[in-house]
């Protein structure tokens, strides 16, 4: 019966080495990729349509701030239990373009559609993006890069719009009063 559990013993020694063994391994492998060079390369923002429409918004709109490829979780959030779960839904997509007041208030955001006005297939991610950006309250511009607006049809389109905060729209639930923020003690 001894020899029984010893050899049980030994196999789960010999198992437990392995595993260590093969956790050290590829533990030393990554530290070796991360002191290595890195396989990335450089590459512009903002492509050569992409770059024409951000001057143009530039030149249109003076008195606004412009930034590109904004990431809409930095656009919108979610407060609640289920806040990680929305998130997600979210986390990879971004805005093409953000037009923003002074106070860097957003006062649209602008989506450019690569395709025939006609032809043009929304995917499951563009979808996302449309629901996500209007439900929060956004004004949502989507461009055709095949027939661009001009840089005074772009001006004409965004000056004047009121801002999403100060636009009254009725709650979809009731909100949950926040609790106040208290720092914790060491």
């Not at 050899?7 to 050290?24: H, N």
């Not at 024409?52 to 919108?76: D, M, N, R, T, Y």
Request: aromatic fraction near 10%; hydrophobic fraction near 45%; proline fraction near 5%.
């Amino acid at each position: 019966m001894w020899w029984i559990v010893l050899a049980v013993s030994m196999v789960v020694v010999l198992a437990a080495g392995g595993a260590g063994l093969w956790f050290w391994q590829r533990r030393r492998e990554q530290q070796r990729v991360e002191r290595g060079h890195w396989p990335y390369r450089r590459r512009r923002p903002l492509g050569d349509l992409e770059q024409a429409v951000f001057f143009s918004l530039l030149e249109g709109l003076p008195e606004h701030i412009i930034l590109s490829q904004v990431s809409l979780s930095k656009l919108c959030f979610v407060r609640g239990a289920e806040a990680l779960q929305w998130q997600r839904r979210i986390q990879d997509l971004s805005a093409d373009f953000v037009v923003c007041d002074r106070s860097f208030r957003t006062v649209a955001v602008i989506d450019l559609e690569d395709g025939f006005e006609d032809e043009i297939e929304r995917t499951e991610a563009d979808i996302r993006k449309e629901k996500a950006l209007l439900d929060a309250g956004f004004r949502l511009f989507r461009w055709n890069t095949f027939n661009l607006p001009t840089t005074e049809q772009m001006r004409n389109a965004i000056v004047g719009l009121t801002l999403a905060v100060d636009t009254k729209r009725p709650p979809l639930l009731p909100l949950e009063p926040l609790e106040p923020f208290e720092p914790r003690e060491r």
